[in-house]
């Protein structure tokens, strides 16, 4: 499966990004990485370009929300080139402390399939692969 992945916005971990194409590629995922300081219509085009499968964005300064709040509007946009992709976000989602269980809706109301909120990457990806074990 093509994974396209990166890290949103103004957020440059770098290592975390490369930890994630990491795990997934050791997952045998074919992985896009548009690396750091990516914008959410980048992913969009990435996405399209590439047929992937999966759009995995991370972020772990915090700004995800408010960088991700147009994901529903660009599905919209791109129509039916995205009508089987996954959407999944992981890391530390919002700026300050939250709890889970409001973040996590709130982003699945902004498009995501998956959200993933402070959760280890492995216990994510586990996750990811039982999500799509069970769409096939």
């Known amino acids: 499966?093509?994974?396209?992945?990166?890290?949103?916005?103004?957020?440059?971990?770098?290592v975390a990004n490369r930890l994630i194409d990491l795990s997934l590629q050791a997952r045998g995922f074919e992985v896009f990485n548009l690396g750091v300081n990516t914008y959410l219509e980048e992913f969009f085009d990435a996405v399209v370009e590439t047929n992937a499968d999966i759009l995995l964005i991370s972020s772990l300064n915090g700004e995800a929300e408010g960088w991700c709040r147009e994901v529903n509007f660009l599905k919209d946009k791109y129509g039916k080139l995205l009508d089987n992709v996954v959407f999944m976000i992981g890391g530390?989602?919002?700026?300050?402390?939250?709890?889970?269980s409001n973040i996590?809706?709130?982003?699945k109301n902004y498009g995501f399939d998956?959200?993933?909120h402070q959760v280890d990457l492995n216990t994510g990806l586990d996750e990811l692969e039982k999500f799509m074990s069970e769409r096939k």
Do not use: C, E, S
């Open 104 to 107: 996590v809706p709130k982003f």
């Open 1 to 14: 499966m093509k994974v396209v992945t990166g890290v949103v916005g103004n957020d440059i971990h770098v």
């Open 114 to 116: 998956l959200v993933f």
């Open 92 to 100: 530390n989602l919002v700026v300050g402390t939250g709890d889970a």
